[in-house]
């Protein structure tokens, strides 16, 4: 059999998972034929994700990183129809070009609107604006048992792509529902004293443009930190595009350099330079790991653990108290939390849902793990989801504990993945499929 694939190893973000796999790359959409139809296989985007979403060593990766085409454009209502395999930052620069921009945007300007809407990742204001199915259009999708599929807004299949976590077929097509851009984004930051100040700051701007808030993780200090609300402007001031050329990885430092001494010192710079309130092209607002390269490096070639939890507002409290004691108690080495507003309905394993979500780094070391392990007891506790793309370290059990629907939601996906042939390491890991 002629292979059409080359043999790889894939490491997922985070660095915690390092595996030996496949990797085919079709440089046009009827490329995605050319497997076997009964070869396992997974789409992979611009391969940022935290977690192996995109490889497993018992299936094919499909690269869609030449499948980055820009189709077609509606300059009356904003309605652009893209490949998948395009970038975020490909999208912003083009859209905001014309006045446009896709206000549900993550922060890695290389992830892929496929790999956006597999997940259905959220923005700066999930609160107010969604997950990234509130500005999806239609959609078409490849499965290697089904053949080409065609998905629009609120049908069955459309439902189970968005946040699917690519288990209804490879996204070959997407539309994007654009909104008009302002040139520039106020941003205000607003002291907080602790997370449950956080969280009734948070509450107060869901109307905000962009609403998120960084926290200092040092027992002595924890909790303080800035929510950051952001506002269109009509001031004038030079403009700032993606930048065409991104690097795709960081480069881990030989060793760690997050330390009690370096956090001291990023987070009473972080306080210093956050603390004004400036005015900011609306790419920089939009995409803040566009220079984050050196804060992911300093945690060394063992890489970092990120564990997002998403508290309810009625228990959020109790629990921001729960952390605090923990915190103090275990003592973490937290370089950074990071707080938002949600307010979505919860549906399977995607991270939407109604109240406030934290995310935490730490390094992957022995007390980064156990620490993370009590982290997900405490949020558990209190009714807390967990962000499956995030958090390399979730297993199965605790994501059934944690959504009582998953089971429902297995069910339904099966009738959309005949002969289970979609799969990747995050899938077999949380037992998705």
Not at 28 to 43: S, T
Not at 143 to 167: C, I, K, M, T
Not at 282 to 302: I, K
Request: glycine share 10%; charged share 20%; proline share 7%.
């Amino acid at each position: 059999m002629n292979r059409a694939w080359k043999e790889v190893s894939l490491t997922s973000f985070d660095r915690q998972t390092r595996l030996a796999a496949r990797l085919h790359s079709p440089s046009r959409l009827h490329d995605l034929e050319q497997l076997p139809a009964d070869c396992p296989r997974i789409a992979r985007g611009g391969g940022v994700s935290y977690v192996a979403a995109s490889f497993d060593r018992q299936a094919v990766s499909q690269s869609m990183a030449a499948l980055d085409r820009l189709l077609d454009f509606d300059a009356e209502r904003g309605v652009l129809t893209v490949e998948a395999g395009i970038s975020i930052a490909a999208v912003q620069r083009f859209a905001l070009a014309r006045g446009w921009y896709l206000p549900v945007t993550p922060g890695h300007p290389l992830a892929t609107i496929g790999g956006c809407i597999a997940v259905n990742v959220h923005g700066k204001n999930p609160a107010r604006d969604g997950c990234f199915g509130a500005v999806t259009g239609a959609l078409r999708l490849f499965h290697p048992r089904l053949g080409w599929r065609d998905a629009e807004p609120g049908d069955v299949l459309w439902q189970a792509s968005v946040g699917g976590f690519g288990l209804t077929g490879s996204i070959a097509t997407a539309q994007l529902h654009l909104r008009p851009a302002p040139s520039r984004i106020r941003v205000q930051p607003v002291a907080v004293a602790d997370l449950a100040d956080a969280a009734r700051v948070l509450r107060e701007h869901a109307a905000a443009d962009l609403v998120y808030g960084w926290h200092d993780g040092r027992p002595a200090h924890f909790g303080r930190g800035l929510i950051r609300v952001g506002q269109a402007s009509t001031e004038t001031g030079p403009s700032r595009m993606p930048p065409r050329r991104l690097p795709a990885r960081y480069h881990a430092a030989p060793l760690r350099l997050w330390n009690r001494t370096s956090l001291d010192l990023a987070n009473a710079l972080l306080a210093r330079r956050w603390r004004v309130e400036r005015s900011m092209p609306l790419a920089e607002a939009l995409l803040p790991l566009n220079d984050a390269g050196g804060y992911f490096a300093a945690y060394g070639p063992r890489g970092l653990l990120e564990c997002q939890w998403l508290i309810p507002h009625a228990a959020f409290e109790d629990f921001a108290a729960a952390l605090r004691h923990l915190v103090r108690q275990k003592r973490p080495l937290l370089p950074l939390i990071s707080s938002k507003l949600f307010g979505g309905a919860s549906s399977g394993p995607a991270f939407d849902g109604d109240g406030i979500a934290l995310a935490l780094h730490m390094p992957a070391d022995p007390d980064g793990l156990a620490f993370a392990g009590e982290l997900a007891a405490a949020a558990l506790d209190h009714g807390g989801r967990p962000n499956p793309v995030k958090q390399s370290g979730l297993d199965a059990a605790i994501l059934r504990r944690a959504l009582p629907e998953l089971e429902g939601w297995r069910q339904r996906m099966a009738a959309q993945n005949p002969g289970g042939l979609l799969q990747s390491e995050l899938i077999r890991r949380l037992a998705l499929a």
